[in-house]
């Protein structure tokens, strides 16, 4: 899809080509999700639902729980730090010298690692559990941010592109799985929506605030190798927060497997 927005917006001007693609949302998208939603799902979303065994967390208890403020630093990096890379892209590729169709024509790379990451991860998760996934999913973003903080050639956009692929690939799995694996599944929804509220707040500020540093006279590869080096201590925290959450959830198995509740 960038690659294909990089020639649309060579053809129709970036102005057209947000036009085309909102038209291509309200003629092709929004038909299509009526079209599959339209038939209830089985089993429907109201059921009751099932195998609720142990504690099943409401989302105060979870925000007063000192691990779950744990995880927070490290699963907010890649979409933090990822957004903010991709919003100054323009700005990155030119003062390395590279041109925009490299690095949006690299994007592929992106989705390849991304994919083949979303796949492990899945395999992975079944056969351990989600919170071992993190301090790896930290040290792909702290790869691939030093790599174009320090390495000017342009084949570091490919380092960074599949370092944040994997990345992605890893969160977007682990993100969906550590909550219930931790809290249980009755209030999973409203655990869900706290932690997706801070992803979204500081996902807004990492463009503004990394904008207004580049004003005051920071470099840009120097905040991006920071935020390499924060990767660095998250994962370094992931593998504290691994055992923590490793002795949670198999408590969480013990009580399923017994059925006593607490």
């Not at 690659?3 to 129709?12: E, Y």
């Not at 001007?13 to 036009?19: D, E, I, K, V, Y």
């Not at 990822?82 to 390395?96: A, D, K, N, P, W």
């Amino acid at each position: 899809m960038p690659v294909s927005f990089v020639a649309l917006a060579a053809f129709a001007g970036w102005r057209g080509g947000w036009l085309i693609n909102a038209g291509v949302f309200l003629l092709a998208v929004l038909p299509a999700v009526w079209l599959l939603m339209r038939v209830p799902r089985e089993p429907h979303a109201s059921e009751p639902k099932k195998d609720m065994e142990g504690r099943q967390w409401r989302r105060g208890e979870a925000l007063r729980d000192p691990l779950f403020w744990l995880l927070v630093p490290g699963l907010l990096a890649p979409p933090v730090i990822g957004t903010t890379v991709f919003f100054h892209q323009v700005y990155l590729t030119e003062i390395r010298g590279w041109a925009l169709g490299q690095f949006a024509g690299s994007t592929p790379v992106l989705s390849v690692f991304a994919i083949a990451a979303t796949l492990a991860a899945g395999l992975l998760i079944d056969r351990f559990h989600s919170a071992a996934l993190l301090p790896v999913m930290s040290l792909c973003v702290a790869i691939a941010n030093l790599t174009v903080a320090f390495v000017t050639p342009p084949w570091a956009i490919l380092v960074y592109m599949a370092g944040m692929g994997a990345a992605f690939g890893l969160y977007s799995t682990a993100f969906g799985a550590i909550w219930p694996e931790l809290y249980g599944t009755k209030h999973l929804g409203s655990i869900k929506s706290a932690v997706t509220a801070m992803m979204v707040l500081c996902t807004a500020l990492g463009p503004g605030v990394s904008g207004w540093l580049i004003d005051a006279g920071i470099g840009f590869p120097s905040m991006v190798a920071a935020m390499g080096y924060y990767a660095i201590a998250t994962a370094a925290l992931m593998i504290v927060v691994e055992r923590l959450a490793r002795q949670r959830i198999g408590t969480r198995e013990v009580v399923q497997e017994t059925g006593i509740t607490h």
